[in-house]
Every structure is written in C-alpha cells, then in structure tokens.
C-alpha cells in the first residue's frame, strides 16, 4: 500500500512559477515510478510528467515541455513538479500517482493516486 500526499498548489498570476510537492509513504514506495496529471471538469485526466525510480529518467507532456520540471528526492519519498511560466490553460487539479516498477504509461497504468491540488491562474 502506497500513500501519496500533494501539496503546493494556489493561486498565481500569468507567467507566475509554483512548486507542487508529494509526499509518499509506504514500505515498497521506493519501488514505484512517479507520474503527474492534471484535471479540468468535464476533461480527461491528463498526462503531465513522470519520473523514474532512479530519477533518472523524464518525460513531459509537449503543452509543459520547457516550462515544468519534475524532480524527486528519494531520501525523503517526494517528487517535485516546478511549475513555471504558468499559462491560462494550466489550471487544474494536479495528481500526482505511483506505478509499481515501470515508469511512464497513461493513467490508467498507475496503481495508486494522491486526493489532487488546486492550481488557479489569474490573468
């Protein structure tokens, strides 16, 4: 069982920059690849970014290529998503997720999702 906590989102005017935060918990977390999504009523849950266990490997969605950053520290079970260059079509509710071993995927290959946190862009 794998627990996973976000944190950091808000409100931010246009071109503004936030850091989302998730926290895991959970005695095989470390074996668990990590994504990010994103969400809008009536809308798909939609890729982000994702990062491998070693934080080795990323990827991003071509929309936050440039703009986004994934990161994780493993010592503390947490993975980053530096939001910059914030645009009015990022607002949403960001997850973040864990997949058991493999590292990428679409939603649906995560195994486990964090309750979402808000992001509002002002213009």
């Known amino acids: 069982q794998v627990q996973l906590v976000e944190s950091g989102g808000g409100l931010v005017q246009t071109g503004g920059s936030l850091r989302l935060s998730c926290a895991g918990s959970?005695?095989?977390?470390?074996?668990?690849?990590m994504g990010w999504f994103r969400q809008t009523p009536g809308k798909e849950r939609e890729f982000v970014a994702a990062?491998?266990?070693?934080?080795?490997?990323?990827s991003y969605a071509d929309s936050v290529k440039g703009r986004f950053t994934i990161t994780s520290d493993n010592a503390k079970n947490t993975v980053y998503l530096q939001l910059n260059s914030l645009k009015p079509a990022d607002p949403a509710v960001y997850y973040c997720a864990a997949r058991f071993l493999r590292f990428g995927g679409p939603a649906g290959e995560y195994d486990y999702w964090g309750q979402g946190t808000q992001v509002t862009v002002s213009s």
């Open positions: 959970g005695r095989t977390f470390s074996r668990y690849a």
């Open positions: 990062i491998s266990r070693s934080g080795e490997g990323t």
